[in-house]
């Protein structure tokens, strides 16, 4: 079966530093790849969806990147604030027998300190 | 405007009771879902439903029936509950089944004692 993981469970930064949150995953070719942020009793809520043809993808102070061969996504805040701190999660998106699905890793918790 | 909703947002309920969670989406979409996140905050999908359709059931267990009776609804019925079944359950939304970003619900949380 599929497994997702992301790099810590918990990675503390300086505001103004530039976070960088990595999500590996095996056995499994996702067709997309999301990341989603979550806030301490909320839902997710989307962030970006990068294709698997795609090597980079940009929003705003979000980037994300999808290296198929490395089976890798790094997702980065630039010039990070503490209003970033939150729980961020990737998610595989199936393709084929799979398609409909979204499989979550666990998460890793960003912390912004002044 | 609230684009998924999720009744109650708190369900405390003993073994072996049988109860409810509501959900309803005001985007239009054709696609929803239920997940399950457990106290370590793994997050696993248990249904997915395109157009009334149930299209996924992630091997859960049969105490667990969705029923969407239109488009803008999928209710999650949950029978003989057990102290397992603590978690928080969100129900998502999305315009296709993949390659699109999911809308998620605030979640219930469901404890069982």
């Known amino acids: 079966s599929q497994k997702i993981e992301q790099n810590s469970e918990a990675l503390n930064i300086q505001e103004g530093k530039t976070a960088t949150l990595t999500c590996n995953y095996t056995n499994y070719s996702p067709a997309y790849l999301q990341w989603y942020r979550q806030d301490p009793g909320r839902g997710p809520v989307f962030l970006l969806l990068i294709r698997e043809n795609e090597k980079e993808k940009r929003k705003e102070r979000l980037k994300v990147t999808f290296d198929t061969t490395l089976k890798q996504s790094l997702f980065h805040i630039t010039a990070s604030q503490p209003a970033d701190s939150a729980t961020y999660l990737c998610?595989?998106?199936?393709?084929?027998?799979?398609?409909?699905?979204?499989?979550f890793g666990r998460g890793t918790q960003l912390t912004v300190w002044p | 405007d609230t684009a998924v909703s999720q009744t109650p947002k708190y369900l405390v309920t003993q073994m072996g009771n049988d109860k409810s969670i509501k959900c309803e989406q005001n985007l239009g979409h054709d696609t929803m879902y239920w997940y399950k996140q457990d106290s370590k905050k793994f997050l696993k999908i248990m249904f997915s439903?395109?157009?009334?359709?149930?299209?996924i059931n992630e091997t859960v267990p049969n105490r667990f029936s969705p029923k969407s009776p239109d488009k803008a609804h999928l209710n999650l019925h949950i029978n003989s509950l057990e102290l397992g079944d603590s978690a928080v359950y969100f129900c998502?939304?999305?315009?296709?089944?993949?390659?699109?970003?999911?809308?998620f619900g605030p979640g219930t949380r469901l404890t069982v004692t």
């Open positions: 439903y395109n157009n009334k359709e149930l299209i």
């Open positions: 998502a939304s999305s315009q296709a089944m993949a390659g699109s970003e999911q809308y």
């Open positions: 998610a595989l998106d199936g393709r084929g027998s799979t398609l409909g699905r979204l499989y």
